[in-house]
Structures are given as structure tokens and as C-alpha cells.
């Protein structure tokens, strides 16, 4: 079998409420969904979602390849770009073309992917996260409740800004899923927006009246000190790594104690999480997925390895012309048994809906605010 070619579409995804975290977020949001599809010579078309990043100088180092080689097709990318270096974007590039092969090299065996990969059983536990910054307290509880209906006993809370608002939150939040549990699990993700101290101090604020699974982001991503120093100042867990771009990334962490959770966004594929998750395993870390709705192909490899924690879902639909055949019950994802990823695409449908906007209003949450990390006071007022 050999790769003969690719395509690109752009979906858009309907959120129908706001999404956001503390550095913005978008009313009515709609988002831009890239899709990559990639040929083979047998007829078999692999599918990717994540990002169009550098797509045309990766492809290159894998065109006319044999697909079912896909670890070492991802190192070939990464050899690809040597120069310039594969971070940031452009490895969501190569995420996305990895995570179509993986569907390629899947089909072709004629097995869902998770049992491809090793997988024993094709539940993935997970948790509820609203992107839910923006929504009031009767949005927020409407949106858990949809979860807890469907058995979800966990949800994560965006905030960081006042610690007043995120206790009442977390209450609504906690008082939704007590109908599945007398326990549930809750976290706060701040978004990379506090310094050491703020952390330490709004943590164990919160830590007086509520018990919280973890905090995440809560400094930027590459302060490994911070975290540790973090960590062993709370007794909430710190989860970060969703925006590392390579294992490599991770190294100074791990070296100086922290994460308590290692974090791996969806858009980074399949081949990056089997490998951090393997790392994180030999520190005793659990890894946990986020943003399974961007690329659902890599809940599979949640499945094939010993440290999966939980996996983050955003919502229970995807964007115009993508079918997903998941299912969300028991408190978590029950992936397809069909071959391959188990997402179908639909490009009329797609091209239907391409004259939807995108999320480029300048105020979202994909823009640092300029005093990000250095309001002196954090009581939910902008200063």
C-alpha cells in the first residue's frame, strides 16, 4: 500500500452557547474544524482532524510511503521540518497526518483502532469540561446536567479570576453530579494565567471549603519550578503539558517533580500520546487527554495504555458533516467497532456550511489578555 496523495476541508462547529476560558472567550461560537484526508492506492482513505498547519512541507516525508508504517512516518515528519523545528503549529500538522494513517493502518486490518493499538476493552473513562467561562449559573448547571444524565460523575470549572464566583460554580457543578456520586470529582483550569504565589494563595482558598481533583495550567506552560513549587504547597493535584509540542518538552518537568497529571491535547495524535503516556509511566504519572472533541482518534490510545487517567470531552456533538460513532455513557466515551477511528465525513455537508464564521474575533480565548499573570488583586474585576 502506498500514499498517493491528500485533501483538506474546513468544517464548522456550532457550539450553540459561549466557550471560553479566563483569556476571552466567543458568544454563539463557531469554530473552524480542519479535516485531512489522505489517499492510498487501495482505495482506502484515512481520516485526521487537528489542524492544517504545514501540511504541504510535511507531506513530502511521507508521500508514496507505505501508511501502515506509522511511527516511523512521524519521526520522518519530524525529520522534515529539522530545521525550523516542529513545535507549536507545526506539529499539529503532523499530529493530524498522523492521526489519519493511524485510520489508514486500522482499516486496512480491518479493526477499530483501539484494539489496533492494543486495546482490551473500548470504554475510555472521562469528564465533563464546558469550555464554560462565559455561561451563568443556570447555563453551567444545564450543560453538566446533560452529562450527569448520561452517568459523567466529574466536571472541570475555566476560571482563576475570582475565587468567590469559581466556589459557587464549583458547587453547582458538584451539586449536579451527586446524583451519580457522593464524591464528585472537580477541577479549576486557570489557563496559564497566575504566578506561583497567586496559585498558592487562590488554591488554598478554595481548598478551605472544597475538595478539587486538580487545578490545571495554573503557570505558564514551560515553569517547571513553578509547578513543583506548586504542587508541594497544595493538596489539590497540578495538571498540565496540553500545550507542549513534543515529548522532549516535558523532560524539565518531569526532572524537577511536576506534573501531578500529565496533559496531552487531542491535536497532538495518536503516536505523541503513546509516547508521553509511556514516559509519564515511568515517572508513576497518570496522563489524561484533553480536547477529545478536536481529534477523536487519539481516545483510542487512551485505551492501550496503563496510566490513562481521564479524558476531557467539550460536548456531545461535532462540527457540520463529521460523524463520530462514539457513544457517551457511564460516566465515559464507548468507542466505535468499526475499522478504523470511527469518524465519517460528509463533504457536501461541509461545504454547506462553509459561509459560518470562524472564531476570529480578536477578544477570544486563543489571545493572551495584556495583564495576564499581573493583576494584583484577583476578585473577578478587571484592573
Do not use: C
Not at 111 to 133: K, N
Amino acid at each position: 500500500m502506498r500514499i498517493t496523495g491528500y485533501r483538506t476541508l474546513s468544517s464548522r462547529h456550532e457550539w450553540h452557547r459561549a466557550v471560553g476560558d479566563i483569556n476571552g472567550h466567543i458568544t454563539d461560537a463557531v469554530t473552524d474544524v480542519p479535516i485531512l484526508l489522505i489517499d492510498t492506492d487501495e482505495g482506502i482513505t484515512g481520516v485526521g482532524m487537528g489542524s492544517h498547519a504545514d501540511i504541504d512541507r510535511l507531506f513530502p516525508a511521507i508521500d508514496g510511503e507505505d501508511p501502515r508504517s506509522v511511527a516511523a512516518l512521524f519521526d520522518r515528519m519530524l525529520a522534515q521540518v529539522f530545521k525550523s523545528g516542529h513545535s507549536g503549529a507545526t506539529y499539529g500538522g503532523i499530529a493530524t497526518i498522523d492521526a489519519a494513517l493511524w485510520d489508514i493502518k486500522a482499516k486496512a486490518a480491518g479493526e477499530p483502532l483501539w484494539r489496533l493499538l492494543g486495546g482490551r476493552d473500548r470504554f475510555v473513562p472521562a469528564y465533563a469540561s464546558g469550555l464554560d467561562i462565559a455561561l451563568d449559573d443556570g447555563q453551567l448547571e444545564s450543560f453538566y446536567s446533560e452529562f450527569a444524565d448520561r452517568g459523567y460523575v466529574a466536571g472541570k470549572l475555566k476560571g482563576g479570576f475570582d475565587p468567590d464566583a469559581d466556589l459557587r460554580r464549583l458547587r453547582i457543578i458538584d451539586g449536579v453530579f451527586r446524583r451519580n456520586t457522593s464524591k464528585p470529582g472537580l477541577m479549576l483550569d486557570a489557563n496559564e494565567s497566575w504566578q506561583v504565589k497567586q496559585a498558592v494563595r487562590y488554591i488554598g482558598e478554595l481548598e478551605e471549603q472544597i475538595d478539587l481533583l486538580w487545578v490545571e495550567e495554573p503557570l505558564r506552560r514551560w515553569d517547571a519550578l513553578g509547578h513543583a513549587r506548586l504542587s508541594n504547597a497544595v493538596r489539590t493535584a497540578v495538571a498540565t503539558g496540553e500545550n507542549l509540542t513534543g515529548v522532549e518538552q516535558f523532560r524539565p518537568l518531569f526532572a524537577a517533580g511536576a506534573p501531578d497529571v500529565a496533559q496531552a491535547g487531542a491535536v497532538w495524535g495518536v503516536t505523541h500520546m503513546l509516547r508521553l503516556a509511556a514516559v509519564a509511566s515511568s515517572h508513576d504519572l497518570p496522563v489524561s487527554l484533553v480536547g477529545y472533541n478536536a481529534n477523536p482518534a487519539v481516545a483510542h490510545a487512551m485505551t492501550a495504555i496503563p496510566n490513562h487517567l481521564t479524558t476531557e470531552v467539550q460536548g456531545l456533538q461535532f462540527a457540520t458533516g463529521i460523524t463520530v460513532d462514539h457513544e457517551y455513557v457511564d460516566g465515559g466515551i464507548v468507542l466505535s467497532e468499526a475499522p478504523g477511528a470511527g469518524i465519517e465525513i460528509d463533504a457536501q455537508a461541509i461545504a454547506a456550511a462553509a459561509s459560518l464564521a470562524d472564531w476570529s474575533d480578536p477578544a477570544g480565548p486563543h489571545v493572551r489578555p495584556p495583564r495576564a499573570g499581573l493583576r494584583l488583586v484577583l476578585d473577578g474585576v478587571e484592573r
